[in-house]
């Protein structure tokens, strides 16, 4: 039988549970937040820079069903400026970001301005404070996700990202988890 579980993936570790590379001790890994199952893996990715929802299993049909298909992820952005309306329609069209060095246009997704700043555990690594110019916090769902690509998406307008937080994978929410936090599922809702 299958195991499946959702974390609160904390900024600063990385969304696999070994490394192989040479600086491989200063990595936080997902091991060190639960005594997993052997046979586990990460449900597609966040960078260690980016936190939030993570899905985990055991199955890896179920794995690549998420990461191949059109289950639709949602992320809370914090951007550095207020964020234009201008922006957010060039965002929802797609814009132009270089995947390993090639040309990539991103597919049309779902962008809208948050009214409120979403409450989220503090993080480990400060983020510079309203002193040095406002911030707006927006919502980004799409079905793609490339190497860093909301990242390179609100750079491209004009708007880089000072925090990512991946709320939703499909019908599976964040809720109001804390950072490190591990849930195990009795099924994964798409």
């Known amino acids: 039988m299958h195991r499946h579980y959702k974390i609160y993936k904390p900024y600063?570790?990385?969304?696999?549970?070994?490394?192989?590379?040479?600086?491989?001790?200063?990595?936080?890994?997902?091991?060190?937040?639960?005594?997993?199952?052997?046979g586990v893996m990460a449900v597609g990715r966040l960078d260690k820079d980016s936190e939030g929802l993570l899905?985990?299993?055991?199955?890896?049909?179920?794995?690549?069903?998420?990461?191949?298909?059109?289950?639709?992820?949602?992320?809370?952005?914090?951007?550095?400026?207020r964020i234009t309306g201008e922006a957010i329609n060039k965002l929802q069209k797609g814009v132009e970001i270089s995947i390993y060095g090639k040309a990539y246009q991103t597919l049309e997704c779902k962008v809208?301005?948050?009214?409120?700043?979403?409450?989220?555990?503090?993080?480990?690594?400060k983020i510079r404070d309203e002193r040095h110019g406002p911030t707006s916090w927006i919502s980004i769902?799409?079905?793609?996700?490339?190497?860093?690509?909301?990242?390179?998406?609100?750079?491209?307008?004009?708007?880089?990202?000072?925090?990512?937080?991946?709320?939703?994978?499909?019908?599976e929410e964040l809720e109001n988890m804390d950072a490190g936090e591990v849930r195990e599922l009795t099924k994964v809702d798409l």
Request: aromatic share 10%.
């Open 55 to 81: 899905l985990l299993t055991t199955n890896g049909k179920l794995s690549t069903k998420i990461t191949a298909g059109n289950s639709e992820k949602e992320y809370y952005v914090q951007v550095d400026g």
């Open 141 to 171: 769902s799409l079905t793609e996700g490339k190497f860093r690509q909301v990242k390179k998406m609100t750079a491209a307008v004009g708007f880089p990202t000072l925090r990512l937080v991946r709320v939703r994978i499909g019908n």
């Open 12 to 38: 600063g570790y990385l969304s696999q549970f070994v490394t192989n590379q040479k600086n491989a001790g200063k990595f936080k890994l997902l091991g060190e937040l639960y005594d997993f199952p052997d």
């Open 112 to 125: 809208k301005e948050l009214a409120d700043r979403p409450v989220f555990p503090e993080r480990a690594k």
